[in-house]
């Protein structure tokens, strides 16, 4: 009992931090989107979720902030967009330091974000959404979804 509050206590501590950290010592995520291939300046809101508990990032003109103390830890992102929230799951802390690039694909999707999906999975749903990180002009992870 004693170690699941002392959990809980550490958990909502890191989320104050995580709220409350600041530009100073948080890591820049620059966020953009692209709608079938065409960048777009979108309105957004980024949801980041640490072991249940949900907190919402500074923002900067090119992205999102997150603080250092988040580090060697899955967390779930949420991107909110054109009345939409898109659940992007777990994801590596270390995709932090990267570019983050939003994408919506509409049918007929573009071969560079279903070629590397299976043939049965490349017609699920009428719209991609995807979110790319990117690296020294070069995708290191990406996660796709259909709608």
């Not at 953009?32 to 809101?45: A, C, H, I, N, P």
Request: aromatic share 10%; with cysteine.
């Amino acid at each position: 009992m004693i170690r699941a509050t002392n959990l809980k206590l550490a958990t909502l501590l890191l989320l104050v931090v995580f709220v409350a950290d600041g530009q100073a010592q948080g890591t820049k995520v620059p966020l953009s989107f692209r709608q079938d291939g065409v960048k777009k300046e979108l309105t957004y809101r980024v949801r980041i979720s640490i072991k249940g508990h949900e907190a919402e990032p500074e923002y900067s003109d090119e992205g999102f902030l997150v603080p250092s103390g988040v580090k060697g830890e899955k967390v779930r992102v949420k991107v909110a967009f054109c009345d939409k929230v898109i659940d992007f799951g777990d994801v590596d802390s270390e995709l932090f330091e990267t570019e983050w690039i939003v994408g919506i694909d509409n049918k007929p999707y573009e071969q560079s974000n279903v070629g590397h999906l299976p043939g049965p999975m490349r017609e699920q749903g009428s719209i991609l959404y995807y979110i790319e990180f990117m690296s020294g002009g070069f995708i290191k992870y990406k996660i796709t979804q259909f709608k």
